[in-house]
């Protein structure tokens, strides 16, 4: 299973479109999106496939947001998403919680741990444990996005 992994999409439509026909050119499976979605428009944009997302120090109208990605059929985690997609168990967050962070990525309780919020594109290992943020997708030169081979463990950060 291929995974697409977005964040900080801050409601920019034009950016999440191109993002899109990443992913699709990609054949990823699923996406996740680590935070500041910005807009109930950006859970359609992913309608192509199963979503996850959680909140991030951006985002606003809570109650709104769950309702739109909700409405389309995704998943969405409040402020930390613990998941497990082909076997891999994954955390999603945005990282603005520090401390949860640091807590989270030597924890070994996962194989992935994807995260926003810095708008810097840059993965790592913590013991067995892949870290990983995908970019931005708005304010953040370059735009990018990040794919994940689960299992194989491999991901690529994406220019867009």
Request: proline residues 4%; aromatic residues 6%; hydrophobic residues 40%.
């Amino acid at each position: 299973m291929r995974i697409g992994v977005i964040s900080d999409t801050h409601g920019h439509v034009a950016n999440t479109l191109a993002a899109v026909r990443m992913l699709e050119s990609l054949d990823v499976q699923a996406v996740l999106h680590c935070g500041d979605i910005g807009s109930e428009t950006i859970p359609k944009l992913l309608a192509p496939w199963p979503a996850h997302f959680v909140f991030g120090n951006c985002d606003r109208d809570f109650d709104d947001l769950r309702a739109a990605i909700e409405k389309e059929g995704m998943a969405c985690y409040g402020w930390f998403g613990n998941l497990e997609l082909a076997s891999r168990r994954i955390a999603l967050l945005h990282s603005h919680d520090a401390k949860l962070f640091h807590h989270v990525c030597p924890s070994g309780d996962y194989d992935l741990v994807c995260y926003g919020h810095t708008h810097e594109a840059k993965q790592h290992r913590v013991g067995k444990t892949v870290v990983l943020n995908p970019g931005a997708l708005y304010r953040a030169n370059p735009h990018s996005i990040a794919i994940v081979d689960l299992p194989t463990m491999e991901a690529s950060i994406i220019r867009l």
